[in-house]
């Protein structure tokens, strides 16, 4: 039988803890039934009125967490209240608003800023401190999305990068229970803070798995980690290396009469539908990434982001996962960015992202953190001209040097496009920052046929030629890139001759439409005719 798995730690606070592991990086990723009220957000981001109530309520949260607490407690709330009432963060704060950002990004970029030059600094008391501030940070967009932070189950062992201040003395002790950080300080307030309430506690770990609820020892006294057998210390990975941009895999593989290889995946629009995702499947094919976004405070959670991705990538296994990047704006606005004047001349897709970078940041350090978790790809939604690539992959290089000084596993994922727009399709040799290519049927016929988007399934027929012709014209342009389609026409049997026809070889659907599709493949050869005898 495997022996259990012990990883030497550093000592931060005496005394040995057994219990279930609380994986704090890996919150479960609420279901659109379980999703919290967003009204509380929408209303909150009207602007810095609604950041100083915030404020103001996590200064009450802090206070009442003060309440019977020790000198020591009391020491380190009395300093995180301090810096909420700091006049140069509300400045630098109200500056940002000033000059038309959001306020949920305001607060978060200034935070941020503070965040980054502790973490830069040369003095592991310095460095330490960081945390405070991303504690403080996280209060007050909880309180202006109106979801404070959760505690965990009492007996748990906290697994994590780092914790929390005010989460150390929100949580019950009295029940036992252990701190083991991936990185963390002893020179940290929750070092001190498990030092005096003789809470065993270890720091510096390295990442390794484990699964919620695996049984995990903390040996604060020899420092080290006891996981159970079969886990794993993860090494670590060099910063933004870029794998190649091949996102296609020998799993889900079918063939057409003639023998030709086929690729079938699905596509999703909550992270719950992964459980769709089987053997017979060649991964995910198009994540709409904006579905699990709903309002402008989850847009500026990196965390929240981190998680949900991370579920994906993890339970899609060795299979490749593509995600979108926020399609929002048009008709698919994010409630709380509505009155933004760059929303009036009607940007949507990658254009908003790029007018808003504030919001391309924070998804962008998700996607570059949750790509250590898999087979990730990153595909830009509504694309027109390659600048807006070029602008997108300067985003992620400098999000990615960022979370190398800060010490965050990242990964540079391939960076594609979605081909919806006309001009784009015509032109796509001129698309060579590109890694891969992906039609969007849906979009491409609706501007093809200068429809409405309610007219769009009336129009569908009679534009298909049209698109067909589009994409065969297209497909020749790509320059063996990867090349999929992932629209509705994707999934409608009635147009998979001429799809295969245009030289389409990869297919993501609807999960529910996929068992018809494949169906439809193994009865035609490539050049999309009918098989002998079908």
Not at 247 to 264: C, F, H, K, N, S
Not at 439 to 454: I, K
Request: some cysteine.
């Amino acid at each position: 039988m495997a022996e259990p798995l012990r990883l030497k730690a550093k000592s931060a606070s005496p005394g040995i803890a057994s219990g279930p592991a609380f994986l704090a990086e890996e919150p479960k990723a609420p279901s659109a039934a379980e999703q919290p009220d967003t009204a509380p957000a929408s209303r909150a981001v009207g602007g810095y009125g609604a950041l100083e109530k915030a404020i103001d309520i996590s200064i009450s949260e802090l206070e009442h967490l003060a309440d019977g607490a020790d000198a020591e407690s009391r020491d380190i709330i009395d300093f995180q209240i301090e810096v909420l009432r700091d006049p140069t963060i509300a400045e630098a704060t109200g500056a940002r608003l000033e000059a038309d950002e959001n306020v949920v990004f305001a607060w978060v970029a200034t935070l941020d800023a503070y965040i980054g030059e502790l973490e830069a600094a040369d003095e592991e008391q310095m460095r330490a401190r960081a945390v405070d501030i991303l504690d403080i940070k996280n209060r007050v967009l909880g309180a202006l999305a109106g979801t404070p932070i959760a505690d965990f189950p009492p007996g748990s062992v906290f697994v994590g990068k780092d914790m929390e201040p005010s989460r150390f003395l929100a949580h019950d002790w009295s029940k036992g229970g252990g701190i083991a950080l991936f990185a963390g300080s002893t020179a940290g307030h929750v070092a001190l803070l498990a030092r005096a309430k003789s809470v065993p506690m270890v720091i510096g770990t390295g990442r390794f798995s484990a699964a919620d609820g695996d049984p995990v020892s903390v040996d604060g006294n020899a420092g080290a980690v006891i996981l159970q057998a079969g886990s794993m210390l993860i090494p670590p990975l060099a910063p933004a290396q870029e794998p190649a941009g091949d996102t296609q895999t020998t799993g889900g593989e079918l063939r057409t009469a003639d023998g030709v290889p086929i690729l079938l995946s699905i596509n999703i629009n909550d992270p719950a539908e992964i459980d769709a995702l089987d053997p017979a499947t060649a991964g995910v094919g198009l994540m709409r990434s904006e579905f699990s976004i709903t309002s402008v405070a989850d847009a500026a959670n990196e965390e929240q982001q981190l998680a949900i991705y991370r579920r994906v990538l993890e339970q899609a296994g060795d299979r490749p996962v593509t995600i979108r990047m926020l399609d929002i704006g048009g008709d698919k606005p994010l409630p709380g960015l509505e009155d933004l004047p760059a929303l009036a001349s009607g940007l949507r897709g990658i254009r908003l992202l790029l007018a808003r970078p504030e919001i391309a940041r924070v998804q962008a350090r998700a996607l570059l953190r949750a790509a250590v978790f898999g087979r990730l790809s990153v595909m830009l939604p509504m694309v027109t001209f390659p600048d807006e690539i070029d602008r997108m992959r300067d985003i992620f290089r400098e999000e990615a040097e960022k979370l190398g000084r800060r010490a965050l596993h990242h990964r540079m994922p391939p960076i594609g496009m979605m081909v919806e727009v006309p001009a784009a399709a015509l032109m796509l040799d001129a698309f060579g920052a590109a890694a891969f290519f992906s039609f969007g049927t849906n979009d491409l016929t609706q501007y093809l046929a200068a429809s409405a988007r309610d007219d769009i399934d009336a129009d569908a027929d009679k534009a298909a030629p049209a698109v067909l012709r589009l994409l065969a014209q297209a497909v020749k342009l790509t320059a063996g890139k990867p090349v999929s389609i992932c629209g509705d026409m994707a999934g409608n049997p009635h147009y998979l001759p001429g799809l295969l026809a245009a030289g389409l070889r990869h297919f993501s659907v609807a999960p529910a439409r996929r068992p018809a599709i494949r169906s439809a493949i193994i009865g035609l050869n490539a050049d999309g005719t009918k098989a002998a005898g079908e």
